[in-house]
Protein backbone atom coordinates (compact mmCIF):
# COMPACT_ATOMS: atom_id res chain seq x y z
CA UNK A 1 0.00 0.00 0.00
CA UNK A 2 2.54 2.56 1.12
CA UNK A 3 4.83 1.20 -2.12
CA UNK A 4 2.17 1.96 -4.06
CA UNK A 5 1.42 5.49 -2.55
CA UNK A 6 5.14 6.43 -2.99
CA UNK A 7 4.67 5.42 -6.87
CA UNK A 8 1.72 6.96 -7.38
CA UNK A 9 3.35 10.42 -5.91
CA UNK A 10 6.53 10.10 -7.61
CA UNK A 11 4.53 9.48 -11.20
CA UNK A 12 3.15 12.92 -9.69
CA UNK A 13 5.94 14.55 -9.42
CA UNK A 14 7.20 13.81 -12.69
CA UNK A 15 4.27 14.62 -14.71
CA UNK A 16 3.64 18.22 -13.26
CA UNK A 17 6.06 20.11 -14.92
CA UNK A 18 4.86 18.48 -18.42
CA UNK A 19 1.66 20.15 -17.43
CA UNK A 20 2.93 23.14 -16.25
CA UNK A 21 5.47 24.06 -19.28
CA UNK A 22 2.71 24.78 -21.81
CA UNK A 23 0.90 27.08 -19.85
CA UNK A 24 3.96 28.93 -18.87
CA UNK A 25 4.87 28.85 -22.08
CA UNK A 26 1.86 30.19 -23.54
CA UNK A 27 1.67 32.80 -20.18
CA UNK A 28 5.28 33.87 -21.61
CA UNK A 29 4.32 34.59 -25.24
CA UNK A 30 0.97 36.65 -24.03
CA UNK A 31 3.31 38.73 -21.71
CA UNK A 32 5.36 39.13 -24.68
CA UNK A 33 2.68 40.52 -27.04
CA UNK A 34 1.11 42.90 -25.01
CA UNK A 35 5.02 43.94 -24.20
CA UNK A 36 5.47 44.58 -27.92
CA UNK A 37 1.94 46.41 -27.84
CA UNK A 38 2.88 48.31 -24.82
CA UNK A 39 5.97 50.05 -27.04
CA UNK A 40 3.90 51.38 -29.39
CA UNK A 41 0.65 52.58 -26.98
CA UNK A 42 3.08 53.58 -24.02
CA UNK A 43 6.23 53.95 -25.03
CA UNK A 44 6.60 55.41 -28.51
CA UNK A 45 4.27 58.73 -27.67
CA UNK A 46 6.33 59.43 -24.37
CA UNK A 47 9.75 59.12 -26.30
CA UNK A 48 8.10 61.12 -29.34
CA UNK A 49 7.13 64.06 -26.71
CA UNK A 50 10.97 64.08 -25.71
CA UNK A 51 12.32 64.64 -29.31
CA UNK A 52 13.33 61.14 -29.74
CA UNK A 53 12.62 59.85 -33.43
CA UNK A 54 11.08 56.92 -34.97
CA UNK A 55 13.95 55.53 -36.37
CA UNK A 56 15.83 55.52 -32.88
CA UNK A 57 12.85 54.41 -31.28
CA UNK A 58 12.84 51.22 -33.79
CA UNK A 59 16.37 50.82 -33.74
CA UNK A 60 15.84 50.49 -29.95
CA UNK A 61 13.68 47.72 -29.82
CA UNK A 62 14.89 45.64 -32.50
CA UNK A 63 14.64 42.21 -31.18
CA UNK A 64 13.69 43.41 -27.48
CA UNK A 65 12.49 41.20 -25.55
CA UNK A 66 11.50 40.61 -21.70
CA UNK A 67 14.33 39.65 -19.75
CA UNK A 68 12.61 37.48 -17.51
CA UNK A 69 16.22 36.48 -15.65
CA UNK A 70 15.25 40.53 -13.41
CA UNK A 71 14.23 40.51 -9.88
CA UNK A 72 11.15 41.87 -8.85
CA UNK A 73 9.55 41.27 -12.06
CA UNK A 74 5.38 41.20 -11.91
CA UNK A 75 4.16 39.67 -15.18
CA UNK A 76 0.53 40.16 -16.27
CA UNK A 77 -2.14 38.94 -14.68
CA UNK A 78 -0.26 38.36 -11.21
CA UNK A 79 -0.51 40.15 -8.17
CA UNK A 80 2.68 41.37 -6.44
CA UNK A 81 4.21 39.26 -3.31
CA UNK A 82 5.54 40.61 -0.57
CA UNK A 83 9.09 39.75 0.28
CA UNK A 84 8.91 36.91 2.71
CA UNK A 85 12.17 35.79 2.29
CA UNK A 86 13.52 39.44 2.38
CA UNK A 87 11.49 39.63 5.73
CA UNK A 88 13.38 36.27 7.08
CA UNK A 89 16.51 37.46 6.30
CA UNK A 90 19.18 36.63 9.23
CA UNK A 91 20.06 40.02 10.76
CA UNK A 92 23.97 41.33 9.61
CA UNK A 93 25.62 43.53 11.53
CA UNK A 94 26.75 46.80 10.12
CA UNK A 95 30.06 46.68 10.89
CA UNK A 96 29.98 43.50 8.05
CA UNK A 97 29.41 46.13 5.28
CA UNK A 98 32.63 47.89 6.12
CA UNK A 99 34.82 44.93 6.91
CA UNK A 100 38.09 45.09 6.00
CA UNK A 101 38.06 42.38 3.34
CA UNK A 102 35.84 44.77 1.58
CA UNK A 103 37.67 47.84 2.24
CA UNK A 104 41.46 46.71 1.83
CA UNK A 105 41.08 46.02 -2.53
CA UNK A 106 39.34 48.79 -2.90
CA UNK A 107 42.16 50.69 -0.93
CA UNK A 108 44.71 49.43 -2.79
CA UNK A 109 43.64 49.52 -6.49
CA UNK A 110 42.00 53.40 -5.11
CA UNK A 111 45.20 55.02 -4.03
CA UNK A 112 47.26 53.51 -7.36
CA UNK A 113 44.55 55.08 -10.01
CA UNK A 114 44.75 58.42 -7.88
CA UNK A 115 48.44 58.66 -9.12
CA UNK A 116 47.31 57.36 -12.40
CA UNK A 117 44.74 60.11 -13.09
CA UNK A 118 46.19 62.56 -10.56
CA UNK A 119 45.85 65.75 -13.51
CA UNK A 120 42.95 64.42 -14.34
CA UNK A 121 41.50 64.79 -10.79
CA UNK A 122 43.30 68.12 -9.80
CA UNK A 123 41.06 69.58 -12.61
CA UNK A 124 38.16 67.81 -11.96
CA UNK A 125 38.82 69.05 -7.80
CA UNK A 126 39.71 72.45 -9.06
CA UNK A 127 36.28 72.95 -11.52
CA UNK A 128 33.78 71.38 -8.52
CA UNK A 129 35.08 71.22 -5.57
CA UNK A 130 34.71 68.12 -4.49
CA UNK A 131 38.03 65.87 -2.95
CA UNK A 132 39.32 63.53 -5.28
CA UNK A 133 39.40 60.76 -2.45
CA UNK A 134 35.52 61.28 -2.66
CA UNK A 135 35.32 60.82 -6.27
CA UNK A 136 37.67 57.99 -6.77
CA UNK A 137 35.99 56.03 -3.58
CA UNK A 138 32.70 56.22 -5.23
CA UNK A 139 34.25 54.98 -8.57
CA UNK A 140 35.26 52.39 -6.26
CA UNK A 141 31.97 51.52 -4.79
CA UNK A 142 29.94 51.82 -7.57
CA UNK A 143 31.95 49.75 -10.42
CA UNK A 144 35.04 48.51 -8.96
CA UNK A 145 37.09 51.25 -11.07
CA UNK A 146 34.94 50.06 -13.77
CA UNK A 147 36.05 46.51 -13.35
CA UNK A 148 32.71 45.01 -12.09
CA UNK A 149 30.59 43.34 -15.52
CA UNK A 150 27.32 45.69 -16.71
CA UNK A 151 26.00 43.24 -18.96
CA UNK A 152 22.98 44.15 -19.58
CA UNK A 153 20.97 45.47 -22.78
CA UNK A 154 19.66 48.93 -20.82
CA UNK A 155 16.57 49.28 -23.05
CA UNK A 156 15.79 45.64 -22.87
CA UNK A 157 16.49 45.93 -18.94
CA UNK A 158 14.31 49.24 -18.24
CA UNK A 159 12.13 48.36 -20.88
CA UNK A 160 11.32 44.97 -18.94
CA UNK A 161 10.90 46.86 -15.56
CA UNK A 162 8.49 49.72 -17.26
CA UNK A 163 6.29 46.63 -18.37
CA UNK A 164 5.89 44.67 -15.72
CA UNK A 165 8.21 45.24 -12.45
CA UNK A 166 7.21 46.32 -8.92
CA UNK A 167 7.95 49.99 -9.38
CA UNK A 168 6.76 50.29 -13.24
CA UNK A 169 6.18 54.26 -12.42
CA UNK A 170 9.79 54.43 -11.51
CA UNK A 171 11.24 52.78 -14.68
CA UNK A 172 9.15 54.22 -17.09
CA UNK A 173 10.17 57.74 -17.16
CA UNK A 174 14.03 55.92 -16.96
CA UNK A 175 13.56 54.16 -20.28
CA UNK A 176 12.34 57.06 -21.92
CA UNK A 177 15.66 58.90 -20.94
CA UNK A 178 17.63 56.24 -22.39
CA UNK A 179 16.08 56.74 -25.20
CA UNK A 180 16.66 60.24 -25.20
CA UNK A 181 20.53 59.46 -24.71
CA UNK A 182 20.44 57.19 -27.82
CA UNK A 183 19.08 59.92 -29.38
CA UNK A 184 21.68 62.37 -28.31
CA UNK A 185 24.34 60.16 -29.92
CA UNK A 186 26.24 59.69 -26.75
CA UNK A 187 26.74 56.30 -26.73
CA UNK A 188 25.65 53.03 -29.47
CA UNK A 189 22.80 51.24 -28.51
CA UNK A 190 25.53 48.16 -28.98
CA UNK A 191 27.52 49.59 -25.70
CA UNK A 192 24.49 51.18 -23.79
CA UNK A 193 24.96 48.63 -21.18
CA UNK A 194 23.38 48.07 -17.51
CA UNK A 195 23.03 46.54 -14.29
CA UNK A 196 20.10 44.45 -13.60
CA UNK A 197 18.48 47.46 -11.76
CA UNK A 198 19.02 49.72 -15.13
CA UNK A 199 21.72 51.53 -13.85
CA UNK A 200 24.39 53.19 -16.10
CA UNK A 201 27.75 52.82 -16.90
CA UNK A 202 30.74 52.88 -14.24
CA UNK A 203 29.56 55.54 -11.77
CA UNK A 204 25.87 53.67 -12.03
CA UNK A 205 23.81 56.62 -12.91
CA UNK A 206 19.97 56.06 -14.01
CA UNK A 207 19.60 57.62 -17.13
CA UNK A 208 17.07 60.56 -16.08
CA UNK A 209 20.75 61.21 -13.90
CA UNK A 210 22.90 60.77 -16.76
CA UNK A 211 21.24 63.40 -18.99
CA UNK A 212 21.02 65.90 -15.55
CA UNK A 213 24.50 65.27 -14.54
CA UNK A 214 27.03 63.66 -17.08
CA UNK A 215 29.49 65.56 -18.74
CA UNK A 216 32.29 65.25 -21.19
CA UNK A 217 35.35 65.65 -19.59
CA UNK A 218 37.71 64.16 -21.83
CA UNK A 219 36.20 66.77 -24.54
CA UNK A 220 35.27 64.26 -27.36
CA UNK A 221 32.09 65.48 -27.70
CA UNK A 222 30.10 62.64 -26.05
CA UNK A 223 29.77 62.34 -22.47
CA UNK A 224 30.94 58.42 -22.44
CA UNK A 225 30.35 57.31 -18.44
CA UNK A 226 31.38 53.32 -19.81
CA UNK A 227 34.22 53.59 -21.23
CA UNK A 228 35.69 57.00 -20.65
CA UNK A 229 37.63 57.48 -16.59
CA UNK A 230 37.57 61.14 -16.99
CA UNK A 231 34.00 61.45 -17.80
CA UNK A 232 32.77 59.21 -15.37
CA UNK A 233 35.00 61.26 -12.41
CA UNK A 234 33.76 64.27 -13.73
CA UNK A 235 30.36 63.10 -13.54
CA UNK A 236 30.23 62.05 -10.02
CA UNK A 237 31.87 65.43 -9.09
CA UNK A 238 29.38 67.05 -10.86
CA UNK A 239 26.24 65.34 -9.34
CA UNK A 240 27.77 65.95 -5.86
CA UNK A 241 28.37 69.49 -6.56
CA UNK A 242 24.65 69.76 -7.95
CA UNK A 243 23.26 68.22 -4.82
CA UNK A 244 25.04 70.57 -2.47
CA UNK A 245 29.01 69.96 -1.78
CA UNK A 246 30.50 71.68 0.05
CA UNK A 247 34.28 72.45 -1.04
CA UNK A 248 36.68 72.15 1.53
CA UNK A 249 34.41 70.80 4.45
CA UNK A 250 35.11 67.12 5.44
CA UNK A 251 32.54 64.42 5.62
CA UNK A 252 32.67 63.44 9.09
CA UNK A 253 34.84 62.31 11.73
CA UNK A 254 35.34 59.42 13.96
CA UNK A 255 33.77 60.40 17.32
CA UNK A 256 33.97 59.61 20.91
CA UNK A 257 30.43 60.67 22.48
CA UNK A 258 30.36 60.64 25.99
CA UNK A 259 27.65 58.48 27.90
CA UNK A 260 25.55 61.88 28.66
CA UNK A 261 25.17 62.59 25.36
CA UNK A 262 21.91 60.48 24.21
CA UNK A 263 22.81 58.47 21.26
CA UNK A 264 18.79 59.55 20.23
CA UNK A 265 20.21 62.83 19.50
CA UNK A 266 21.25 60.92 15.96
CA UNK A 267 20.01 62.08 12.33
CA UNK A 268 19.65 65.10 10.15
CA UNK A 269 17.07 66.35 11.54
CA UNK A 270 18.96 67.31 14.79
CA UNK A 271 22.13 68.84 13.94
CA UNK A 272 23.79 71.42 16.24
CA UNK A 273 26.21 73.87 16.48
CA UNK A 274 30.02 71.99 16.66
CA UNK A 275 30.64 73.99 19.18
CA UNK A 276 27.50 72.63 21.44
CA UNK A 277 29.24 68.94 20.49
CA UNK A 278 32.68 70.11 22.01
CA UNK A 279 30.46 71.81 24.78
CA UNK A 280 28.99 68.06 25.50
CA UNK A 281 32.38 66.51 25.46
CA UNK A 282 32.34 65.30 22.01
CA UNK A 283 35.80 64.66 20.41
CA UNK A 284 37.57 63.08 18.01
CA UNK A 285 38.42 59.45 18.37
CA UNK A 286 42.25 60.55 19.10
CA UNK A 287 40.71 62.98 21.56
CA UNK A 288 41.68 66.27 19.41
CA UNK A 289 39.00 68.84 18.88
CA UNK A 290 36.52 67.93 15.37
CA UNK A 291 37.26 69.78 12.62
CA UNK A 292 35.22 73.09 11.57
CA UNK A 293 34.57 76.50 12.71
CA UNK A 294 32.32 76.53 15.70
CA UNK A 295 29.06 77.66 14.36
CA UNK A 296 29.50 74.86 12.10
CA UNK A 297 26.60 72.37 11.80
CA UNK A 298 27.37 68.83 12.64
CA UNK A 299 24.98 65.75 12.77
CA UNK A 300 26.05 62.66 15.06
CA UNK A 301 25.81 59.37 12.95
CA UNK A 302 25.88 56.12 15.02
CA UNK A 303 24.87 53.24 12.92
CA UNK A 304 25.21 50.64 15.28
CA UNK A 305 23.70 53.40 18.31
CA UNK A 306 26.04 52.69 21.56
CA UNK A 307 26.82 48.97 19.78
CA UNK A 308 28.94 50.37 17.85
CA UNK A 309 31.44 53.34 16.15
CA UNK A 310 29.84 56.91 16.43
CA UNK A 311 30.88 60.10 13.52
CA UNK A 312 30.15 63.56 14.18
CA UNK A 313 29.37 64.51 10.61
CA UNK A 314 28.82 67.40 7.77
CA UNK A 315 25.98 68.28 5.65
CA UNK A 316 28.18 66.50 2.53
CA UNK A 317 27.80 63.46 4.41
CA UNK A 318 24.23 63.70 3.51
CA UNK A 319 25.08 64.88 -0.16
CA UNK A 320 26.97 61.56 -0.35
CA UNK A 321 23.30 59.92 0.56
CA UNK A 322 21.67 61.33 -2.19
CA UNK A 323 24.34 59.16 -4.66
CA UNK A 324 22.99 55.72 -2.01
CA UNK A 325 20.49 56.58 0.71
CA UNK A 326 22.02 53.83 2.95
CA UNK A 327 23.62 55.36 6.10
CA UNK A 328 26.36 52.96 5.69
CA UNK A 329 26.73 53.53 1.80
CA UNK A 330 27.74 56.95 2.93
CA UNK A 331 29.91 56.30 5.48
CA UNK A 332 31.79 53.40 3.54
CA UNK A 333 32.75 56.14 0.93
CA UNK A 334 34.09 58.78 3.20
CA UNK A 335 35.84 55.83 4.95
CA UNK A 336 37.24 55.03 2.08
CA UNK A 337 38.29 58.20 0.90
CA UNK A 338 40.04 58.76 3.74
CA UNK A 339 42.13 55.40 3.47
CA UNK A 340 42.81 56.38 -0.01
CA UNK A 341 44.31 59.65 1.48
CA UNK A 342 46.09 58.55 4.67
CA UNK A 343 46.19 55.44 7.21
CA UNK A 344 44.08 54.48 9.88
CA UNK A 345 40.90 52.38 10.49
CA UNK A 346 37.77 52.88 11.90
CA UNK A 347 38.81 52.15 15.70
CA UNK A 348 35.29 51.61 17.55
CA UNK A 349 34.10 48.15 17.37
CA UNK A 350 31.11 46.84 16.47
CA UNK A 351 29.01 44.95 19.45
CA UNK A 352 25.53 44.25 17.31
CA UNK A 353 24.58 40.37 17.82
CA UNK A 354 22.94 38.25 15.11
CA UNK A 355 19.87 36.07 16.38
CA UNK A 356 17.18 37.81 15.36
CA UNK A 357 15.81 38.76 11.48
CA UNK A 358 14.81 41.53 9.59
CA UNK A 359 11.18 39.75 9.93
CA UNK A 360 12.03 40.15 13.78
CA UNK A 361 12.70 43.97 13.37
CA UNK A 362 9.73 44.68 11.27
CA UNK A 363 7.93 43.76 14.16
CA UNK A 364 9.28 45.36 16.82
CA UNK A 365 9.25 48.85 14.35
CA UNK A 366 5.30 48.25 13.77
CA UNK A 367 4.73 48.09 17.63
CA UNK A 368 7.01 51.15 18.23
CA UNK A 369 4.78 52.92 15.52
CA UNK A 370 1.61 52.23 17.58
CA UNK A 371 2.78 53.61 20.62
CA UNK A 372 3.53 57.01 18.16
CA UNK A 373 7.42 56.70 17.58
CA UNK A 374 8.50 57.77 14.08
CA UNK A 375 10.44 54.86 12.51
CA UNK A 376 10.85 55.90 9.69
CA UNK A 377 8.85 52.64 7.92
CA UNK A 378 8.32 49.70 8.88
CA UNK A 379 10.96 48.07 6.90
CA UNK A 380 12.98 45.70 8.47
CA UNK A 381 16.06 47.86 8.49
CA UNK A 382 17.51 49.84 11.43
CA UNK A 383 17.75 53.49 9.75
CA UNK A 384 18.02 56.09 11.88
CA UNK A 385 14.86 57.00 12.71
CA UNK A 386 14.18 53.55 14.12
CA UNK A 387 17.42 53.89 16.46
CA UNK A 388 16.28 57.05 17.90
CA UNK A 389 13.03 55.58 18.31
CA UNK A 390 14.75 52.70 19.87
CA UNK A 391 16.72 54.94 21.99
CA UNK A 392 13.78 57.62 22.94
CA UNK A 393 11.88 54.18 24.13
CA UNK A 394 14.40 53.15 26.08
CA UNK A 395 15.00 56.59 28.33
CA UNK A 396 11.36 56.42 28.42
CA UNK A 397 11.23 53.19 29.84
CA UNK A 398 13.81 53.52 32.50
CA UNK A 399 16.75 51.99 30.68
CA UNK A 400 19.92 53.04 29.00
CA UNK A 401 20.00 54.22 25.73
CA UNK A 402 21.59 52.03 23.35
CA UNK A 403 19.45 53.30 19.81
CA UNK A 404 20.00 49.27 18.64
CA UNK A 405 17.75 46.17 18.97
CA UNK A 406 18.94 42.93 20.21
CA UNK A 407 17.08 39.86 20.87
CA UNK A 408 15.83 40.37 24.09
CA UNK A 409 14.66 44.15 23.42
CA UNK A 410 13.06 42.94 20.11
CA UNK A 411 10.61 41.22 22.69
CA UNK A 412 10.44 43.95 25.36
CA UNK A 413 9.24 46.71 23.69
CA UNK A 414 5.68 46.23 23.38
Known amino acids: MLAALRTALLLLAVALPAVATPALAQSKAAAEAAFRDWQQATVWPLARQK ?75 SRYGVPKEIVVA ?5 SAYGRAAIPKNAVQTLATKGFMATRRDMFLPELVAALEILEGDHIPLAEMKSSVAGALGQPQFLPSKYLAYAVDFDGDGRRDIWRSVPDTLASIANYLKAHGWRSGEAWGVEAVVPAAVTCALEGPEQGHPLSAWTKAGVTRVDGAAPPGKAGDTRFLMMPAGRLGPAFLVSQNFYVLKTYNESDLYALFVGHLADRLAADGRIRGAWGTKAGFSRGDVRAMQQRLEKLGYDVGGADGLVGFKTRTAIGAWQAKNGQTATCFPDTGLIKTIR
Do not use: N
Not at 88 to 102: I, M, T
Open 51 to 125: GVSEATFRAAFAGVTLDWTLPDLVPPGTTPKPPQVQWQAEFQSPGRYLSEDKIAPLVKGGRALVREWGKTLAAIE
Open 138 to 142: IWGRE
